[in-house]
Structures are given as C-alpha cells and as structure tokens.
C-alpha cells in the first residue's frame, strides 16, 4: 500500500494545490514572505504524512509524523487568517480552505490516535 492512497494525503495535497494556485494572485511582494510560507506548510502536510507512513512500523516515529504533520496543517491555517487580513482573500475563501484544512486535521488526528490500523 502506498501512503498515496491515504485519505489524508489525498486532501492534503488537494488543499496544497488549491492554495499554489490561490498564491498566484498575491502580490509580489508577499512572493518571500506569506506566499512562501503558506505553500510551504501546506505542502509540508502531505510530505509528514508520507514520511511518517514509510515508518509506520515504529509507533512512536509515526505517531510524531503524523503530529508534525498536524502542526504544519494548524500553521496553513494561520496564514490564511493573515492573507485573509491582508486582503489576499474573501472570507468566504478563508472559511473554505479552513473548513478543508480542519478536515484533515481531523484525519490526520485519527491516525495518530489509531497507528496500528496503518501498519
């Protein structure tokens, strides 16, 4: 079985792609700074996931993926407060990509409360 068959990889990556494509838009200036880090958490999501995955053997080094992975997934979520306070964004997009976001979290909470339905 392939990590790319995980449901939370899947919307992870989804939501990452959604958000690439969203940033396009942000001005220039932001290219260093928020639009940066905005996709970089977002991408870090399904990279944490993947990894976390391929050693899933061992409990403890899955369970910290998956939390590393929830924390990259909580950082998405602050950056879209601020693209959101900066204009960047409707708050009907916000709400949105919050809405997916916290999907995965949900997700990705599972997982680490559940590591041995993943071995």
């Given at each position: ?43 870090s999501v399904c990279s944490n996931i993947a990894e ?66 993943f071995r």
């Amino acid at each position: 079985m392939s990590f790319k068959t995980l449901l939370a990889y899947q919307k992870g990556f989804d939501l990452a792609m959604e958000i690439f494509h969203l940033t396009k838009s942000f001005p220039k200036s932001e290219m260093f700074s928020l639009t940066s880090q905005i996709v970089r958490s977002s991408r870090s999501v399904c990279s944490n996931i993947a990894e976390g995955y391929r050693k899933r053997q061992y409990e403890k080094h899955f369970k910290s993926k998956m939390s590393d992975a929830d924390s990259e997934n909580s950082e998405t979520q602050l950056w879209l407060d601020f693209a959101l306070a900066c204009d960047y964004i409707s708050e009907e997009k916000r709400i949105d990509l919050q809405s997916k976001s916290e999907e995965i979290g949900k997700l990705i909470n599972y997982m680490m409360n559940n590591p041995n339905k993943f071995r």
